[in-house]
């Protein structure tokens, strides 16, 4: 017998496990104690109260105005009642008996009776989390109320399927031992008038159930919390003895009992029977205990091995479920993907994603199934992760109109799509700051909440039906309003319980949610990029309705679309109400490009000599990246490989894998990182030399294209309004004897910005010789840099940046300068960006050359 925090440790060892069989875990009364459910006993009481005002009282009084010795003494007069105030409980089942008659009213009590008054415990939430995360899947439960369903729910779309079993009577189609969140109601739901809670009826559990189960009971560890043991249903059903002679519960029953209570005679004859196969943990309280496991279980996941567990049936798949014959995984950017996740893990709580665990998540999103084939990939990853997307999905676009001109098209996978179009709604084409008048004052506002559009922009991209070949659209009118439409429409399951007027209006109400694309939610979901399910839409109308706009949506069955629109608010004759704000703001781009992605551990090697003088049988060029530091040598390769490869020159004893943070603590070996970091980025600079990219000698740290034979060099490129766009890199800028070119290139350096490791991109001009390679002297390019610089504005550098991102990225959304044996170190290409407002500017005429502070 331990206490609450050596359980703990004990349940904790059993959902840490990755290779046996997955913990089950058994729920009972007292789980739901701390959400305001009432215990047996206090369930008890309160049905005695309802049943003698309404019964004895004939309603003169209400319920909670009975006196106890009223109620008391009437419950105890009645024949069937157990007396005794410590065996109060135990007459549960018979108060559901003889009181709740006939069976609507008793649905009507016992679902008003087990509403979680005091909301969803903490212990509940932490539960579903650990669903999430894999650590466990299958919960067994004799409640009747709803905290553990809602607390799952909460935590959709992760759990993307909830499984219910035994919800009434031969409600067994959805139950299969590979299911990832599933719940076996050992009593049914009250909802279908199946709870078990009649003397009559909790004798024996139905033999196709238990038949069912006791396979996985026979074969997991099972985990019980709240439960008192009363039940024969369950006691003598669920954990009666194995009729086939073999060993009762060979992987044990850990029963986890609150400090100081007494067992039920019915646990304790289980103990006896099942010897050492049995386990008493005492434990605080179901909630008490979750929490103490949240810590010890921080950062654990468990992984599915295969993709074929838990997979849905052929015909329960979205479109983003299934398989995609023609794809492979050769056709996903995994260096997106890394990056991507690694983000969603970490915002979820989830442990730290390598480079070893990235398919493995994969395959737990279902965006990758494993066969007896070998990797398939499915319609969302090709959708999220694609390197040709529109190749697989041509119509998988979203064209973009401003005043019914203009018109864009935005290819790529969806995350690509999702930020070139956040950066394209948040221009002031789109989305201006205006100053809105009321009656006493004004206030400065951009015309569109920005979450507004966030949230239009997600929900057309994870809800609209791919299945159709038709575009997206966001048609831009500017100074009244912008419409977002995608083909699909409703999905059936919400057409058929919105309210729509004639004109196809819909009439939103809160939890009213489907998703069409459960993968695509998933993700964009736990990446902070949409709002949970079913608020989203009533959160753009509330939003829309403050900053004095509207908003309406609509459903066209006929035409099988969906249509969001948002109008700004009216301006009147002479915008009385609304103008353009006086006060200017700034998107400022900061050159930085934000590494997503790094390696937990750095290898600090000791040698035993100098690699100068090693011998001639190591070959470094099987090392990958490293610094050299004389007796020792850094890189994020780890040692399994490195020391193998040093073997001759190596200490082994000296040497270590040190965490990254532990390094970062400390300033020296910070700039040696730095240092390191900076290696990986000029290899990835290297592969850039076939078009003309050179790394300038010394430690200068800059990198400038060089001319062709001829002299000029242009590059073309795309960005993401525009597709061939051509770039003179190397202009001639003189003929004759004093020939000299201007060529354009890049300073960069490692810097830590905020506690985040960024690559920082200045561009600069070299001016080179008559050759276009070899820089001028010193005194001659400074000179020239002074003049040319005059031509220089924001614009021009904003370009300049957007140009290297995309240059650099080879137009990815990531660049991989991991080099040999290390695949995890990745680096965004979009530039942080923050919004200043200018406050330091005026528009007196006095003061108008004035700067911003």
């Not at 605080?284 to 205990?289: A, N, Q, R, S």
Request: proline share 5%; net charge neutral.
């Amino acid at each position: 017998m331990i206490g609450n925090k050596e359980a703990a440790l004990v349940v904790a060892q059993l959902l840490r496990t990755t290779d046996g069989p997955y913990p089950l875990m058994m729920l009972g009364a007292g789980a739901s104690f701390r959400s305001g459910v009432p215990t047996a006993t206090d369930a008890v009481k309160q049905i005695a109260r309802i049943v003698y005002s309404e019964q004895v009282l004939r309603n003169s009084r209400p319920p909670e105005r009975v006196k106890p010795s009223e109620w008391e003494s009437w419950l105890q007069s009645l024949d069937w009642f157990i007396p005794g105030s410590d065996r109060l409980a135990e007459n549960f089942p018979l108060a559901v008996e003889h009181l709740l008659v006939p069976a609507e009213f008793r649905k009507h009590i016992i679902l008003d009776l087990m509403q979680p008054v005091n909301g969803i415990s903490q212990g509940y939430r932490i539960l579903a989390d650990f669903v999430m995360r894999g650590l466990i899947r299958t919960l067994l439960t004799t409640n009747f109320d709803t905290c553990l369903l809602d607390a799952l729910r909460e935590r959709q779309p992760h759990i993307k399927r909830i499984d219910e079993v035994n919800r009434y009577s031969g409600d067994y189609d959805q139950f299969n031992i590979y299911n990832r969140c599933q719940i076996i109601w050992l009593h049914g739901r009250a909802e279908h008038y199946s709870d078990k809670n009649a003397s009559g009826e909790i004798g024996v559990l139905e033999a196709t159930l238990l038949s069912r189960i006791r396979p996985m009971l026979d074969s997991s560890p099972i985990i019980v919390v709240g439960y008192r043991g009363s039940e024969p249903s369950v006691m003598e059903g669920l954990f009666s003895q194995n009729k086939e002679g073999r060993l009762d519960f060979p992987a044990g029953v850990y029963w986890c009992a609150r400090q100081g209570e007494n067992l039920h005679p019915n646990v304790e004859n289980l103990a006896k029977r099942l010897g050492s196969n049995f386990r008493l943990l005492r434990v605080d309280g179901f909630d008490e205990l979750l929490s103490e496991l949240s810590k010890e279980l921080a950062g654990q996941d468990r992984l599915p091995a295969s993709g074929t567990e838990g997979r849905p049936l052929q015909d329960r798949q979205a479109f983003d479920e299934r398989v995609n014959e023609r794809a492979s995984i050769d056709d996903l950017d995994l260096d997106l993907a890394l990056s991507v996740l690694r983000e969603y893990c970490s915002k979820l709580g989830r442990a730290s994603l390598t480079r070893e665990s990235l398919l493995p998540l994969m395959r737990e999103q279902g965006l990758i199934v494993s066969d007896s084939g070998g990797e398939s990939v499915t319609a969302g990853a090709i959708l999220l992760f694609g390197r040709q997307t529109q190749e697989l999905y041509p119509h998988a676009v979203v064209s973009l109109t401003e005043d019914g001109k203009k018109r864009e098209i935005y290819e790529g996978n969806l995350i690509t799509q999702h930020r070139r179009l956040l950066e394209r709604l948040e221009t002031v084409d789109v989305n201006p700051p205006l100053k809105v008048k009321k009656r006493r004052m004004h206030t400065d506002e951009v015309a569109y909440p920005p979450r507004v559009l966030v949230e239009l922009l997600v929900n057309m991209l994870v809800h609209r039906d791919y299945e159709i070949p038709e575009k997206s659209g966001i048609e831009v009118r500017p100074g009244a309003e912008i419409a977002f439409s995608n083909p699909g429409g409703l999905t059936s399951k919400l057409a058929r319980r919105v309210t729509l007027e004639q004109d196809g209006r819909i009439i939103l109400s809160e939890g009213m949610t489907d998703q069409r694309n459960p993968s695509l939610c998933d993700i964009f979901f736990g990446l902070s990029a949409m709002e949970r399910a079913g608020t989203g839409l009533i959160d753009v109308g509330q939003l829309m309705v403050a900053s004095g706009g509207a908003s309406a949506f609509y459903h066209s069955p006929v035409e099988s679309r969906f249509k969001a629109v948002v109008a700004q608010p009216e301006s009147s004759a002479g915008s009385r109400l609304i103008a353009r704000s006086s006060v200017p703001t700034g998107l400022y781009v900061l050159n930085a490009l934000p590494f997503t992605a790094l390696p937990e551990r750095v290898s600090v090697i000791r040698l035993k000599q100098p690699l100068r003088d090693r011998p001639r049988t190591i070959d470094l060029s099987k090392c990958g990246t490293f610094i050299d530091r004389g007796t020792e040598l850094w890189s994020f390769v780890s040692l399994d490989i490195l020391l193998p490869l040093l073997e001759p020159i190596v200490d082994k004893a000296a040497s270590a894998s040190v965490p990254r943070r532990e390094v970062e603590a400390c300033t020296h070996s910070k700039r040696v990182l730095s240092w390191l970091l900076r290696k990986h980025v000029e290899y990835l600079f290297l592969e850039f030399e076939d078009r003309g990219l050179i790394i300038e000698d010394g430690r200068k740290h800059r990198a400038y294209f060089a001319g062709t034979e001829k002299g000029e060099r242009t590059i073309v490129w795309n960005s993401a309004q525009r597709r061939g766009i051509k770039r003179e890199v190397v202009k001639r800028r003189a003929d004759g004897p004093r020939a000299w070119f201007e060529n354009e290139g890049f300073g960069y350096e490692i810097v830590d910005l905020g506690g985040s490791w960024c690559l920082r991109i200045k561009p600069f001009y070299m001016f080179t010789g008559r050759n276009a390679v070899t820089p001028l002297p010193s005194f001659t390019r400074a000179a020239k840099a002074t003049r040319r610089i005059k031509f220089d504005r924001n614009k021009n550098v904003e370009a300049d940046l957007a140009f290297w991102a995309t240059f650099l990225g080879r137009g990815a959304e990531t660049m991989n300068v991991g080099d040999l044996h290390v695949d995890d170190l990745l680096v965004d290409t979009n530039f942080l960006t923050v919004e200043v407002p200018e406050i330091g500017l005026t528009n007196e005429p006095e003061l108008k050359n004035r700067m911003s502070a």
